[in-house]
């Protein structure tokens, strides 16, 4: 697609959008994924959201093998999404939620699309551990393309408190548990995610760099979750503990 097909195509999804309908059917199987990315980046612009930072998806094996791909997506992190710890949720004004369990990676400074893992390691300025708020809003796994040209499912993200970056312990060897009213559902540790998670943010910057934008000073990054996807409900309490980070929690009444 040209640049005039991207922006109309970016129009249709958002009047389809208005009216409820997240992957336009007249959409179904039309789209590249590099196609896809052009639409949300454009779709992002178009509403005038304040872009903060990006989220990297399906890094996990697990989340890999429930959705049945076999490559990160990225999508955008807004402002008004940006939510403390302790966040509760009103399920009624969800739609069909779920979470993931990640640390936030936030740069101190810009990377060049050949970023190697040292380069990220030397540019982070700081680490929350953090949950993903993620919306299935359509079929994700049968319209990946129509996904992430909705943003990748992202609905928020609720952060615990920082780690400076000068005290954190080696991310690969982080281990998490996750438990939902108290109770244990997961584990994981953060070679799950691509072997660590600043591999994440390697692939962001060379991936990005594809589409005319770049990781910058200041850019939360979600880096990927250590499990697979939950679903959320309501009158749940969420926790996430990552040895050596800290926790996160969240509730939906």
Not at 44 to 61: E, N, P
Not at 156 to 176: C, I, K, Q, S
Not at 182 to 191: F, L, P, S, W
């Amino acid at each position: 697609m040209d640049d005039s097909e991207i922006a109309m195509a970016v129009a249709e999804f958002e009047t389809a959008r208005g009216r409820g309908e997240y992957f336009p059917a007249a959409w179904f199987n039309r789209l590249s994924l590099d196609d896809a990315y052009r639409i949300q980046l454009g779709l992002i612009r178009r509403r005038g959201g304040q872009r903060i930072g990006w989220k990297v998806g399906l890094t996990a094996t697990a989340i890999q093998q429930q959705f049945g791909v076999h490559e990160p997506v990225f999508g955008c992190l807004l402002a008004e999404g940006r939510l403390a710890s302790g966040h509760v949720f009103r399920f009624g004004e969800l739609n069909q939620p779920g979470f993931e369990n990640e640390l936030c990676i936030v740069m101190g400074s810009d990377l060049k699309p050949g970023a190697t893992r040292d380069d990220v390691a030397a540019g982070v300025a700081r680490v929350h551990p953090a949950f993903e708020i993620i919306e299935t809003r359509g079929d994700f796994t049968r319209q990946l393309a129509l996904a992430l040209a909705d943003n990748a499912q992202q609905k928020g993200f609720v952060l615990g408190p920082a780690m400076e970056r000068a005290a954190l312990p080696a991310l690969d060897t982080v281990t998490m548990n996750v438990r939902i009213n108290g109770r244990k559902v997961a584990a994981g540790d953060g070679a799950a995610v691509l072997g660590h998670p600043y591999n994440s943010v390697v692939w962001l910057a060379a991936k990005l760099a594809q589409f005319g934008e770049k990781v910058s000073a200041g850019d939360y990054i979600m880096s990927g979750s250590f499990t697979r996807q939950f679903p959320l409900a309501a009158g749940e309490r969420i926790e996430a503990d990552f040895t050596g980070i800290g926790s996160v929690t969240a509730a939906v009444e």
